[in-house]
């Protein structure tokens, strides 16, 4: 075999994925080895990387730099005595090294052999009692670690997580910590699966930077230039707004959360719901975080890249950067074994609760992955957009999300993190004089943390199977000081009385004004129904035990009355737990609609009241057919297709919208509406109500 033939057989082989995965435990021969190679006419210089995993099991990686390999995997490692052998894993040829150890264990030679030729090799470990103390350090480092992330599990009650943490392109630790499944006792691993909530736009935002890199979009055009349809209530907005503005929450809107949380509806029809959303602020005057945007986004990646979000993430990211676990599909999340349950803290204990769907707004937040696969995502995130030596993110894609683009927190929480910028999927600020990028997720049952130091090449993931859980946030700074080597802070003691009180206040008494001796103006049936709106969806009053409960997808319950018509959810455990309903009347003292506070920025969100099912029945409506006499004016209701009609001689159709039984009102004309009259199931006579006055009409014999 050539020389070129060999160069090329190990880069035909080349391997995505490093094996160093677990913290090591330091023999003799670990550590860093240089050498060659003497292939004919070359001496071919090599990297060599050992270590042994925490159960003696020896790991390692070869650097090839003529070849621009780096990190290729090593496989068969055995140490017997003074012999050595190893081989590069997944190379043609199966290029393997035979050698022996000097007595100082300072030198390794031997024979190198690929393809059924053989080599001599040399490697020696430069400075190996400066490795070796530096190997002491780095384990000790990693002990203390270890003893910190358990000790705070334990404090906080937290009942699994999955932690990973390197440096540079090295894994220092990937591993788990407690339980995935409290009731059978399983504990968390390596591979355990967790929801990482938010952490999922970030992958978000480096799909539409790999988009940028193909040509296929601009950062700065307008997303009408690729979506024509694209709408917002603000029509400034939407022509104006950009793929920038759509991953750094500065659209101009608040979260409005509940349009898609538990609606179960596909990307296209979140997609069009966009334009019933309200405003709280100007376009680009303020960072307002908006999960929709980041739908916007997945919806947009998929209609220039041909294939689903789903399919993409997984094809652009997850299987060059070797993420074999990771998932989009909750389903597919439910069907892994080795997969953390979700729990939550309820009434001071913890307990476990149901998945979440986030269903068509899965690119803000319906990632699943492990300690092992966030590993291979935070060596990624410190580089420059390459992956094992081969592109993947250009540099300038990958400096643009992580750079600042609008003012988060310009208020000190603490005076380690002065103010708080978003770049694009990332938060950043300083801590402690260093430049820290991150990102935290939150959805049912589970609760992330991503972070990066990057000028220190420093990055960690902490992954939990507990919901609203403070632990992966400040674990994340007490690990930072460690590998900083600054003074530790005791971050749980700083958070701990905050969480306490904001505890206090959701069990204590509910002290907003309440106005007492009042009585609803109306009898309870009266509340009861269907009501719309054309972004949340719909609501139901329903009665339950003699009471007014709110069906509201998953998240109502049970409402009681507060003063007029106002009401209060009362469901401990539910989403709108606290959440006041208040209805409201029309001029003619029907229950006409209901508004509830779903965002806290935004004003009440309205739900129309719908006529009963029957209104709606073609079957049910022939009943309001026929002609009739208006001051001897001839007037023609009839069924056209699903909908009534009505027709005064001489003018064009209107269509009849159904308000109430025998009530409806004409469809874009504010102001009027058609009651009909029966007696005995006869029909009487018709009113129509316009702005000018109410006027009867009696029906013409046939």
């Known amino acids: 075999m050539r020389k070129s033939q060999i160069l090329r057989s190990i880069l035909v082989g080349f391997c995505l994925s490093s094996c160093l995965w677990v913290t090591p435990v330091f023999a003799l021969p670990t550590g860093e080895w240089q050498g060659t190679i003497q292939i004919p006419g070359q001496a071919l210089e090599v990297v060599v990387h050992l270590r042994q995993n925490a159960e003696g099991v020896w790991q390692g990686s070869i650097d090839i730099p003529a070849q621009n390999s780096k990190n290729l995997p090593l496989s068969a490692i055995v140490l017997d005595k003074q012999k050595m052998r190893f081989s590069i894993a997944g190379i043609p040829g199966n290029p393997s090294f035979d050698g022996e150890l000097n007595p100082e264990e300072s030198e390794l030679k031997g024979q190198f052999s690929q393809g059924g030729q053989t080599f001599a090799f040399a490697l020696k470990r430069p400075n190996a009692e400066a490795q070796l103390q530096a190997a002491a350090k780095e384990e000790a480092l990693i002990d203390s670690l270890r003893e910190k992330i358990e000790q705070r599990r334990k404090e906080w009650k937290t009942p699994g997580l999955g932690v990973a943490l390197v440096k540079g392109d090295r894994v220092l630790i990937a591993e788990g910590f407690g339980q995935r499944n409290l009731e059978k006792k399983l504990p968390v691993g390596p591979d355990t699966l967790f929801a990482i909530g938010s952490c999922t736009k970030a992958f978000t935002a480096s799909l539409l930077g790999i988009l940028v890199d193909q040509g296929k979009l601009d950062w700065d055009a307008p997303i009408q230039t690729y979506l024509p349809d694209f709408r917002l209530k603000q029509s400034f907005a939407s022509e104006h707004l950009t793929t920038r ?204 943390l991503v972070s990066l130091l990057p000028e220190k090449k420093i990055g960690l993931v902490i992954l939990s199977n507990q919901e609203h859980d403070p632990l992966p946030s400040l674990l994340s700074m007490e690990l930072s000081d460690l590998l900083l080597e600054l003074e530790p802070l005791d971050w749980s003691a700083r958070i701990k009385p905050g969480m306490e009180m904001a505890e206090k206040i959701v069990k204590g008494q509910d002290l907003r004004t309440r106005v007492p001796n009042t009585h609803p103006s109306h009898p309870l049936q009266d509340y009861l129904g269907t009501y719309h709106h054309p972004a949340y969806g719909e609501l139901k009053l329903e009665s339950q035990a003699g009471k007014l409960r709110l069906g509201y997808r998953d998240l109502g319950g049970k409402i009681e009355h507060w003063h007029y018509d106002t009401f209060v959810v009362k469901e401990p455990d539910a989403i709108l737990d606290k959440l006041w309903v208040h209805f409201l009347n029309n001029l003619e003292g029907d229950i006409q609609s209901v508004e509830l506070k779903l965002d806290n920025l935004a004003e009440a969100i309205r739900f129309e009241r719908q006529a009963p099912p029957e209104m709606l029945n073609p079957a049910f409506l022939k009943r309001y057919q026929g002609a009739f006499d208006l001051a001897g004016i001839r007037v023609e209701i009839s069924l056209k297709g699903e909908h009534l009609q009505v027709r005064a001689s001489g003018q064009p159709a209107f269509v009849l919208e159904a308000v109430k039984r025998d009530l409806f009102k004409l469809k874009d004309l504010e102001g009027y509406q058609v009651r009909f009259e029966f007696q005995a199931e006869r029909l009487k006579r018709v009113i129509f109500v316009q702005p000018n006055g109410s006027f009867e009409a009696k029906p013409l014999k046939p």
């Open 245 to 448: 503005d759509l991953l750094t929450h500065r659209s101009g809107l608040p979260r409005h959360d509940l349009v898609w949380y538990g609606a179960e509806l596909d990307r296209e029809a979140l997609y069009q719901r966009l334009k019933y959303l309200d405003f709280t602020a100007d376009f680009r005057n303020q960072f307002q975080y908006q999960n929709l945007m980041y739908m916007t986004a997945g919806y947009l990646a998929e209609k220039l890249g041909a294939h689903s979000w789903e399919e993409q993430i997984q094809t652009e990211l997850f299987e060059p950067l070797g993420m074999k676990r990771s998932l989009t599909s909750l389903s597919a999340f439910q069907q892994e074994p080795d997969h953390a349950l979700p729990y939550a803290k309820r009434q001071n204990q913890i307990k476990r609760i149901p998945y979440r769907s986030l269903a068509g707004a899965a690119p803000a937040g319906a990632i699943h992955s492990s300690a092992r696969d966030m590993a291979q995502w935070l060596i990624f995130n410190l580089g420059k957009g390459n992956w094992q030596e081969k592109p993947l993110l250009s540099e300038s894609s990958l400096k643009e999300l992580h750079s600042p683009q609008v003012i988060m927190n310009s208020h000190a929480s603490y005076p380690e993190i002065p103010y708080t910028l978003y770049g694009m999927g990332w938060m950043i600020h300083p801590y402690r004089g260093h430049q820290m990028i991150s990102h935290g997720g939150n959805i049912d049952g589970y609760s992330a």
